[in-house]
């Protein structure tokens, strides 16, 4: 058999790594306590599976739907734009439906580069940010995230010759993986930046929903010269604790809006109609359990602190659903992931699959109860 050369430049992903090792381990027989793949644990609200198994039962709902969705899904998410962030979308052509947030984001790259164009991405960020560009046989160079920065990126390091290859510009605040939220300002020097090197940009808005102190998370598309320039993406995954649904949202500049959902019409068919309708009741509610704040800050709270005790200089996020720990052993983010794995039996993801300036940092994921949480940073505690 011959594979597209294409296939030898993708890495495994890194969840589907993970998951590996941990089938390994648990194999082994050890305990193993998942810090890694950000899945949430709790459940959602329980009318929104009541709602979607009433779906299902309608004859309809097992026709092909369309890419571009229905009207009153598409009107359901400018109405709830125009509620939550302050921003008014024309439904009809600058919302589109995804088949969650990584779909569109893979997609997009696909429909904006050439090989020999580039896509700049935050480092470190979410791996289909890079993933993307290289199914598109396209390039991607880093914007630096670093600590003494805020994690926020620094435009005036982008070369005159990469900005001049660059196409597409991918940023995401509440930051994965590293909690920061974005400064005020950003999402306007962002616009300023793509109106002088004519580039796309997107915004991956998949924790709009988890801030744990201060005012809630905004819509780049607030900000008029990001909106001219780019899109947002929003997702009720880890908003509603609905990961396995796939429900996302491309809303924003009509011309990017228009070529993603010619590129999907020949990948998808739409989303599932009963997801569709379930979608539309839902962005029509006030009262839907969102995401379970009290809870993931409690989490926050007690891991930063007993991390502290061991010794390990963590910062408590502003936001999302990660904690982004300094690796405290001179060893790489890997070597010591590999190591907290084999004997500690806790899985956390080695920060240098998220981008090159994530080496020196793991993340773990605030999506275990309290006291395996707790264990797990026991168990840390005693290796290091
Ligand atoms: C979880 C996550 C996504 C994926 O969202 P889906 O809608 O479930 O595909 C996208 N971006 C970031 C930053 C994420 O953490």
């Known amino acids: 058999m011959r594979f597209s050369d294409r296939m030898d430049t993708i890495p495994e992903y890194v969840g589907a790594r993970l998951n590996r090792k941990i089938a390994e381990a648990r194999g082994r027989g050890d305990d193993v306590i998942s810090l890694g793949i950000g899945d949430p644990d709790l459940p959602p609200d329980p009318r929104l599976r009541e709602r979607l198994a009433a779906e299902v039962q309608r004859d309809d709902a097992a026709r092909y739907p369309t890419n571009h969705g229905e009207p009153a899904l598409r009107e359901a998410v400018a109405t709830y734009y125009q509620h939550r962030f302050g921003v008014s979308l024309d439904p009809t052509t600058e919302v589109l439906p995804l088949l969650g947030a990584k779909e569109g984001l893979a997609h997009l790259a696909a429909a904006i580069l050439d090989p020999g164009s580039c896509s700049l991405i935050a480092d470190p960020g979410y791996p289909v940010y890079a993933g993307g560009p290289l199914m598109a046989g396209a390039a991607s160079m880093p914007l630096p995230l670093l600590p003494e920065n805020g994690f926020q990126p620094d435009l005036t390091a982008v070369s005159a010759e990469v900005a001049a290859q660059s196409r597409l510009l991918i940023v995401g605040y509440p930051n994965n993986p590293t909690g920061a939220i974005a400064r005020p300002g950003l999402f306007g020097e ?195």
């Open 190 to 384: 962002l616009g300023a930046f793509a109106q002088q090197h004519e580039l796309v940009l997107c915004h991956d808005n998949a924790y709009a929903d988890i801030v744990f102190d201060g005012e809630p998370a905004p819509s780049a598309l607030a900000d008029p010269s990001f909106r001219a320039h780019g899109i947002e993406i929003l997702s009720l995954s880890k908003t509603y604790s609905i990961p396995g649904w796939r429900i996302a949202f491309a809303v924003g500049n009509p011309d990017v809006i228009a070529m993603l959902q010619r590129l999907k019409t020949q990948i998808d068919s739409g989303m599932f109609p009963a997801l569709q309708r379930t979608a539309t009741w839902l962005l029509g509610q006030t009262d839907v359990a969102g995401p379970p704040l009290a809870i993931y800050r409690a989490r926050r709270d007690l891991a930063c602190q007993q991390l502290q005790a061991i010794g390990v200089p963590v910062t408590p996020p502003a936001g999302g659903m990660y904690l982004w720990v300094p690796v405290p052993t001179d060893e790489s983010s890997l070597a010591f992931a590999d190591r907290v794995l084999e004997q500690a039996g806790v899985v956390v993801t080695p920060g240098n699959v998220y981008g090159a300036a994530g080496e020196g940092f793991v993340r773990m994921a605030l999506t275990v109860p309290e006291d395996r949480l707790g264990e797990a940073i026991t168990r840390i505690g005693a290796i290091l």
